[in-house]
């Protein structure tokens, strides 16, 4: 069986990706220091596995630490890297805290997979990286513009430094970068799913939140927008799809397939949904009426943005095939399980 490292992989997307990875026939292992994710998150995957995974609780950016997992391990055959900072707002208040954690646990885990003569990579960007695009949907080929968030920066520079290290005279790294759109939904199961800390700042755990009678209602940010409704567009990719890229993804690494040392892949549905498309499809899939009203826009959205989703069909093979509406249905599911 394939090592496959998972960074924050008792994480939202890191937990879905390890489940995937064990059923796809992979040994995952996983890293977290538990700084925004849950002990549960691992009985969750033991659960819906029947066995336990691994896990070091370690900081991504203790080199010795990581250097004693690669040690401990044995070979690591592909490393998934998601640990990371992810609040758009929080990173505002706190940014430099967001460049010590996400550029700096990048640059120390490169230096450790040369050491140990690890390969493969896969890591975690983000749609933000467009900035606010000129057309859509966006190629891989549409350019980076500035970025709205220290955040956004983070991913950006962590791209940077990807093709950077990759250009070495010395590299033996293997990279494919996964831009992902807006992860939602929670496994089948509703043994995982998303754990926000405090008051969600993202869309979905805010609705299915204010569903549980958990916030009193939701507010949507701006509907003055040049868009069918006047909300924001986005691309909305269930989990478990999302997951699945990652699957591809390393198995197109070990295969040595990649055309060069660093790939590059949107990942997201290709469709466009607007916000009150999210929160009416939301009440037919859970039959809950939503409290909500239309406030200031956010500082910082983007208008629109979606996936143009044509090179990881045709290049890693990958289409979604969760619905909005069956994906908002998981969300709710698993906030009921939360709920109880
Ligand atoms: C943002 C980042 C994305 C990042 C993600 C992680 C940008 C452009 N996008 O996504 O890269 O991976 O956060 O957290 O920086 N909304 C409301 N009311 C709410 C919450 C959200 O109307 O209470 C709206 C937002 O204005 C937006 C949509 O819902 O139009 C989605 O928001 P959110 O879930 O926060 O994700 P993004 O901002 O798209």
Redesign the pocket.
């Known amino acids: 069986m394939k090592k496959i490292l998972v960074t924050g992989g008792a994480g939202y997307i890191g937990s879905h990706t390890v489940v995937e990875l064990a059923q796809a026939g992979y040994e995952p292992i996983i890293i977290d220091n538990f700084s925004n994710s849950q002990e549960s998150a691992l009985a969750g995957i033991q659960a819906i596995l029947g066995r336990e995974v691994p896990c070091h609780r370690i900081d991504c950016g203790d080199a010795e630490a990581l250097r004693q997992v690669f040690k401990a391990e044995g070979t690591i055959d592909g490393v998934i890297h998601f640990a990371a900072f992810?609040?758009?707002g929080e990173s505002v208040q706190k940014p430099l805290a967001y460049f010590h954690n996400n550029v700096g646990s990048l640059v120390t885990l490169l230096q450790v997979m040369q050491e140990v003569g690890a390969t493969n990579l896969v890591f975690s960007s983000?749609?933000?990286v467009y900035g606010v695009p000129d057309a859509l949907p966006v190629t891989e080929a549409t350019p980076t513009k500035p970025?709205?968030?220290p955040?956004?920066r983070t991913?950006q520079m962590c791209e940077d430094i990807v093709h950077d290290a990759a250009a070495a005279p010395d590299n033996k790294v293997h990279t494919i970068l996964l831009r992902?759109f807006?992860p939602i939904g929670a496994h089948d199961s509703a043994k995982i799913g998303e754990l926000p800390l405090g008051v969600?700042?993202?869309?979905?755990p805010?609705i299915t939140q204010t569903a549980a009678g958990i916030r009193e209602k939701?507010?949507?940010?701006?509907d003055d927008y040049d868009t069918p409704d006047g909300?924001?567009v986005?691309d909305y990719i269930h989990v478990v799809d999302l997951a699945k890229a990652h699957i591809a993804a390393v198995q197109r690494l070990l295969d040595r397939k990649a055309s060069e040392v660093v790939e590059t892949f949107n990942v997201g549905t290709g469709h466009g949904n607007t916000?009150l498309e999210?929160v009416q499809t939301f009440e037919k899939a859970s039959g809950q009426k939503l409290n909500y009203s239309i406030?200031p826009r956010?500082p910082?959205?983007?208008p629109a943005?979606y996936a143009d989703a044509t090179k990881a069909a045709e290049v890693l093979g990958f289409k979604t095939t969760t619905s909005l509406y069956d994906s908002l249905a998981s969300a709710w599911k698993w906030q009921q399980t939360l709920g109880k």
Do not use: E, M, Q, W
Request: proline share 3%; hydrophobic share 35%.
């Open positions: 992810k609040a758009v983000s749609c933000t970025a709205n968030s955040y956004g991913k992902y807006n969600p700042n993202n869309l979905v805010f939701l507010t949507i940010n701006g909300t924001n986005r916000v999210v406030g956010r910082g959205d983007v943005i």
